[in-house]
């Protein structure tokens, strides 16, 4: 026994003793629809929510649970043993999944505790007690008291049923973004029913995916920052037209992000997704390192989408935060993709490449690569290393010896670059 239900026990048998139980019942059935009626337009009158919400059921609801309410406080006066208001707890999980606001419903209470009272005290009154002060005092009470129950075990299932929605949805959004990312069997019915209720089968939509993680990686580890981050995506994404869908994977903050590529087959598409999504990022500050991948056109190609997001963010620096999987060089993508292998086939010179570069302070390298930017002209690769087109020669000179490579020949230039760029010091 709950301390409300005791109390609700207490103040019925109050009524008892006042004469009020069960001699109002008869008065109180005959006027259940006047009451009902009064309850409604009360509750219309004074909580916009009900009368202002688009959906259908929520008026039917509403007379509904206040009819339920009458015939309970009916039940008790005439009796009856105090119950475990199950339709108080079905009502509130109706409201949770329509998402009507539980003050809208608790301030519905409110306006039927005066209403409910007036009834009350109306059919105390019918019934002639002995002691009419007695009487109106305990209806007084059993009216405060029931509206008290009712609210406190309204707004408890309320929240409980909330959070068990928002867990419900997070799960089928995780499930829906695993399908997404890791790609599904056409076959697989259960998948492709999930993806078509969700919109990820409708045709026309261009898809990209954002990788993000902290500058500091190992705050990843914590929910809350990976949390923040999506919240700091979704906050600077807002307004625009853009769906999304995010998620924690292999400890980085992953979102689908999709859009209408055109209306219809006669319509131009718009313009580049990914292009779109940048600059918003742009803002999410120096904490975020952020990977985009290249627009793709139906929901098969996002595995493809998510590993372009998860090379792009490798390319993400403080000073480069948001990197498009679309503008990297085709060189960094084959060092990228060929680093590890290539370095297994080292060639006999690159040792003592590496080796000397290092004591010189990378100048031997960076030679390299202004001569490349020159195009090979070694006036032009002087100026733009501030030095005299002697030093250039020299450090020519000392990596023809120590590689037996020739700077200033394109096909060893670019053999000495690759080695450079794969096996930095």
Same mark, same amino acid.
């Given at each position: 026994?709950?301390?409300?239900?005791?109390?609700?026990?207490?103040?019925?048998?109050?009524?008892?003793?006042?004469?009020? !139980?069960?001699?109002?019942?008869?008065?109180?059935?005959? !006027?259940?629809?006047?009451?009902?009626?009064?309850?409604?337009? $009360?509750?219309?009158?004074?909580?916009?929510?009900?009368?202002?919400?688009?959906?259908?059921?929520?008026?039917?609801?509403?007379?509904?649970? +206040?009819?339920?309410?009458?015939?309970?406080?009916?039940?008790?006066?005439?009796?009856?043993?105090?119950?475990?208001?199950?339709?108080?707890?079905?009502?509130?999980?109706?409201?949770?999944?329509?998402?009507?606001?539980?003050?809208?419903?608790?301030?519905?209470?409110?306006? /039927?505790? &005066?209403?409910?009272?007036?009834?009350?005290?109306?059919?105390?009154? %019918?019934?002639? *007690?002995?002691?009419?002060?007695?009487?109106?005092?305990?209806?007084?009470?059993?009216?405060?008291?029931?509206?008290?129950?009712? !609210?406190?075990?309204?707004?408890?299932?309320?929240?409980?049923?909330?959070?068990?929605?928002?867990?419900?949805? /997070?799960?089928?959004?995780?499930?829906?973004?695993?399908?997404?990312?890791?790609?599904?069997?056409?076959? #697989?019915?259960?998948? $492709?029913?999930?993806?078509? &209720?969700?919109?990820?089968?409708?045709?026309?939509?261009?898809?990209?995916?954002?990788?993000?993680?902290?500058?500091?990686?190992?705050?990843?580890?914590?929910?809350?920052?990976?949390?923040?981050?999506?919240?700091?995506?979704?906050?600077?994404?807002?307004? $625009?037209?853009?769906?999304?869908?995010?998620?924690?994977?292999? =400890?980085?903050?992953?979102?689908?992000?999709?859009?209408? &590529?055109?209306?219809? /087959?006669?319509?131009?598409?718009?313009? =580049?997704?990914?292009?779109?999504?940048?600059?918003?990022?742009?803002?999410?500050? @120096?904490?975020?390192?952020?990977?985009?991948?290249? #627009?793709?056109?139906?929901?098969?190609?996002?595995?493809?989408?998510?590993?372009? %997001?998860?090379?792009?963010? #490798?390319?993400?620096?403080?000073?480069?935060?948001?990197?498009?999987?679309?503008?990297?060089?085709?060189?960094?993508?084959?060092?990228?993709?060929?680093?590890?292998?290539?370095?297994?086939?080292?060639?006999?010179?690159?040792?003592?490449?590496?080796?000397?570069?290092?004591?010189?302070?990378?100048?031997?390298?960076?030679?390299?690569?202004?001569?490349?930017?020159?195009?090979?002209?070694?006036?032009?690769?002087?100026?733009?290393?501030?030095?005299? *087109?002697? @030093?250039?020669?020299?450090?020519?000179?000392?990596?023809? +010896?120590?590689?037996?490579?020739?700077?200033?020949?394109?096909?060893?230039? !670019?053999?000495?670059?690759?080695?450079?760029?794969?096996?930095?010091?």
């Amino acid at each position: 026994m709950t301390p409300s239900s005791a109390s609700l026990r207490a103040i019925l048998k109050q009524l008892a003793d006042a004469g009020v !139980s069960p001699n109002a019942g008869l008065p109180l059935e005959n !006027s259940i629809h006047q009451a009902g009626t009064a309850l409604r337009q $009360a509750v219309l009158a004074e909580v916009p929510a009900f009368s202002s919400s688009g959906n259908p059921d929520i008026l039917p609801g509403l007379e509904r649970h +206040g009819a339920d309410n009458i015939r309970e406080i009916l039940r008790l006066i005439a009796g009856g043993e105090v119950g475990d208001f199950e339709f108080i707890k079905t009502h509130a999980h109706h409201r949770a999944e329509q998402r009507f606001p539980l003050e809208a419903t608790l301030h519905a209470y409110r306006c /039927g505790h &005066r209403i409910l009272s007036l009834w009350l005290r109306e059919a105390a009154l %019918a019934g002639q *007690p002995p002691n009419l002060e007695q009487a109106i005092s305990a209806v007084a009470d059993f009216a405060i008291e029931y509206t008290n129950i009712i !609210s406190s075990i309204a707004a408890a299932e309320y929240v409980a049923h909330t959070r068990l929605l928002a867990e419900s949805e /997070g799960d089928r959004r995780t499930e829906l973004l695993n399908i997404l990312l890791s790609g599904y069997d056409e076959s #697989d019915g259960r998948a $492709a029913q999930l993806l078509r &209720r969700a919109g990820y089968l409708e045709q026309r939509q261009a898809y990209c995916v954002v990788a993000a993680q902290s500058t500091n990686p190992t705050e990843m580890d914590s929910p809350a920052r990976a949390q923040r981050i999506v919240n700091s995506i979704f906050a600077t994404t807002t307004g $625009a037209s853009m769906r999304m869908l995010a998620g924690i994977r292999d =400890n980085l903050v992953t979102i689908v992000f999709s859009d209408k &590529r055109r209306q219809s /087959g006669w319509t131009a598409a718009q313009s =580049n997704l990914a292009g779109r999504i940048h600059p918003l990022l742009e803002v999410l500050g @120096t904490a975020v390192l952020v990977g985009i991948s290249a #627009d793709h056109p139906s929901t098969s190609f996002l595995p493809k989408a998510l590993h372009e %997001a998860q090379i792009a963010l #490798d390319f993400a620096t403080v000073a480069r935060r948001v990197v498009q999987f679309a503008e990297l060089p085709v060189r960094d993508l084959l060092i990228h993709h060929g680093r590890d292998y290539v370095q297994t086939a080292a060639p006999g010179w690159i040792s003592s490449f590496t080796s000397a570069d290092a004591k010189a302070g990378g100048s031997l390298a960076q030679t390299l690569r202004a001569i490349a930017e020159a195009d090979l002209n070694m006036q032009k690769a002087a100026r733009i290393l501030g030095r005299h *087109p002697n @030093t250039v020669y020299t450090r020519i000179e000392k990596i023809r +010896g120590l590689t037996g490579l020739d700077a200033q020949r394109y096909r060893d230039l !670019s053999e000495l670059l690759l080695a450079a760029d794969c096996w930095p010091n």
